[in-house]
């Protein structure tokens, strides 16, 4: 008996396109292990004919190359980068905080970082680099005060009130 005509998910082939493995981004740990080892070395990259632009103008905080500066200067200005570099600025999970989480240790809240969008080729010839700054934030208490009255420390002054 032969098969039925296949009448769902027809028009499809080009969501299976799209999340091909080929077409796929380096996550975010491995773009902070990137921003961590050496960027330098990944904004003056040898020739690589097979890539866009040769391989030499490629934005580290999207891992995607470009095929001239004027293009990824115009990718600096769009939400997919910026909404990257917002990504970026918590750090990424590692394996201590699933530890912590399982319940070895005590939970740590990730770090905040100031990302900053990486300088164009004419400013690395002169020396600029990639900054990444930890954000030192107050530290929050893990419990909240149930009780919403205030907490007297100085009697005297609570009795000259009265």
């Known amino acids: 008996m032969p098969y039925a005509r296949k009448k769902m998910h027809s028009g499809d082939t080009h969501l299976r396109r799209r999340w ?3 077409n796929r981004r380096k996550d975010l740990d491995e773009v902070d292990a ?3 080892n050496d960027p330098e070395k990944l904004l003056q990259q040898e020739i690589d004919l097979d ?3 040769f391989g030499q103008f490629y934005c580290i905080h999207c891992a ?3 095929i001239n500066d004027q293009a990824l200067q115009a990718h600096f200005r769009t939400k997919v980068h910026k909404r990257r570099l917002k990504a970026l600025e918590i750090e990424p999970y590692s394996i ?3 530890l912590r989480a399982a319940g070895q240790g005590s939970f740590v809240q990730p770090q905040k970082r100031k990302m900053e969008t990486q300088p164009c080729i004419t400013d690395v010839e002169q020396g600029k680099r990639i900054k990444v700054d930890t954000v030192m ?3 929050k208490p893990a419990k909240q005060e ?3 009255a205030k907490k007297v420390t100085d009697y005297k002054k609570v ?3 009265l």
């Open 20 to 22: 091909r493995l080929r």
């Open 34 to 36: 990137d921003l961590k």
């Open 51 to 53: 890539k866009p632009g």
């Open 64 to 66: 995607t190359y470009y």
């Open 96 to 98: 201590e905080d699933s």
């Open 137 to 139: 934030e107050e530290e």
């Open 146 to 148: 149930l009780s919403k």
């Open 159 to 161: 009795l000259e009130e």
